[in-house]
C-alpha cells in the first residue's frame, strides 16, 4: 500500500516562503516520479512541479519553487519562496511507478497515488 503524507501548508505573507514535506511509504521516492500538483479555488487541479532525476517545474512558479528529495527519509520537498496570493492552493504531492517523458508530467491520469493535500494561503 503506497501512502503520501503532505505536511508544512499554512498562511503566509506574500513575499514569505514555506516548504512542504511529502513523506512516502510502500514506494522508494527514486522510482518512477514524484510530482507536485495544485488546486487552487474554483479552478482545475494544475500541475506544480515534479523530479525523476532532473526536475521540471510549471512556468508559474520556475525560478520561485524548488523541488528536492531526501532518499534517506523517502520524502520529497517543495520549497515555495516569493510567494503570491495567486499561490493560494491546496498541495498535493502524487507518484508515478514509470519514468515519464516531459509531456506527461503535467497529465494527472499518469499517477497512480495522491496524497491527502495541504492548504497554502497567501495573504496579500
Known amino acids: 500500500q503506497v501512502q503520501l503524507v503532505e505536511s508544512g501548508g499554512g498562511l503566509v505573507q506574500a513575499g514569505g516562503s514555506l516548504r512542504l514535506s511529502c513523506a512516502a511509504s510502500?514506494?522508494?521516492?527514486?522510482?518512477?516520479?514524484m510530482g507536485w500538483f495544485r488546486r487552487a479555488p474554483e479552478k482545475e487541479r494544475e500541475f506544480v512541479g515534479a523530479i525523476r532525476g532532473t526536475v521540471s517545474y510549471a512556468d508559474s512558479v520556475k525560478g520561485r519553487f524548488t523541488i528536492s528529495r531526501d532518499n534517506a527519509k523517502n520524502t520529497v520537498y517543495l520549497q515555495m519562496g516569493s510567494l503570491k496570493p495567486e499561490d493560494t492552493a491546496v498541495y498535493y504531492c502524487?507518484?508515478?511507478?514509470?519514468?515519464?517523458?516531459?509531456?506527461?508530467?503535467?497529465?494527472?491520469?499518469?499517477?497512480?497515488?495522491w496524497g491527502q493535500g495541504t492548504q497554502v494561503t497567501v495573504s496579500s
Open positions: 510502500g514506494r522508494t521516492i527514486t522510482s518512477g516520479v
Open positions: 502524487a507518484t508515478s511507478p514509470r519514468f515519464l517523458y516531459a509531456y506527461e508530467l503535467t497529465r494527472l491520469d499518469k499517477y497512480d497515488y
